[in-house]
């Protein structure tokens, strides 16, 4: 703007328009500070600085507190989760056994076996529970099974006919032993293919039981 309109009735005009918006300014702040402050019990007396800045104006700590208060009533009260302590299992004498009460084993005669030699198996079966209790430990439910990398050799399940369950009585710490001599050939399930001799190599025996799995047994055919 030229500095001589600046002077006189238009100089005039420009600083009282300036002062109109400053005037408007200000009364829409008192306006909303009101408003803010109105639900706490009236208008709070605010310091000039206050007024002056151009930030919002600091948070009432009345109001701050106000709004926590109604968070915390409306958020749920949180469930406490009670642990449930596992009831004590109570077996009764020659009752069936509990799978969790036995432990499976095997284990091999050798670990390399020559030409002509019948590779040896042995696997346990241990009462750990409290009591004396029943199971089947029959060739199809208490299985030694002997694989070669993916291929299926033989099984102790493969070819059984008639009454194949062996129920015994298991004694707390007692194992039950039972020993096999693998005859070196092929099983199958359908007994109707001539039985093939295994090739020299590597083989792996497991005895399985339901959900009872021994470890593994490696040993080598020459």
Request: a positive charge; glycine letters at 10%; one cysteine or more.
């Amino acid at each position: 703007m030229d500095s001589d309109a600046m002077r006189g009735d238009g100089g005039d005009v420009y600083w009282r328009r300036r002062m109109s918006v400053l005037v408007g300014v200000l009364v829409v702040v008192a306006v909303v500070a009101w408003a803010c402050s109105s639900g706490s019990g009236g208008p709070q007396p605010r310091s000039s600085a206050q007024t002056a800045t151009s930030g919002p104006p600091a948070a009432d700590p009345l109001l701050a507190g106000l709004r926590t208060l109604a968070l915390g009533t409306a958020s749920p009260t949180p469930t406490t989760t009670k642990a449930t302590p596992t009831p004590t299992r109570v077996s009764r004498p020659g009752a069936p056994c509990d799978h969790t009460d036995l432990v499976l084993s095997l284990k091999g005669r050798q670990d390399v076996y020559p030409a002509g030699a019948l590779p040896n198996l042995m696997a346990t079966l241990v009462n750990t529970g409290p009591v004396m209790c029943t199971t089947d430990v029959g060739p199809r439910t208490m299985e030694i099974r002997i694989t070669s990398g993916e291929d299926r050799i033989w099984s102790t399940s493969d070819c059984v006919s008639g009454d194949t369950s062996s129920v015994e009585r298991l004694e707390r710490g007692i194992p039950y032993v039972r020993s096999i001599d693998w005859d070196r050939k092929r099983s199958r399930t359908d007994c109707t293919t001539a039985r093939v001799s295994a090739l020299p190599g590597t083989y792996v025996a497991v005895a399985r039981m339901g959900k009872l799995k021994s470890p593994l047994v490696v040993f080598h055919l020459r």
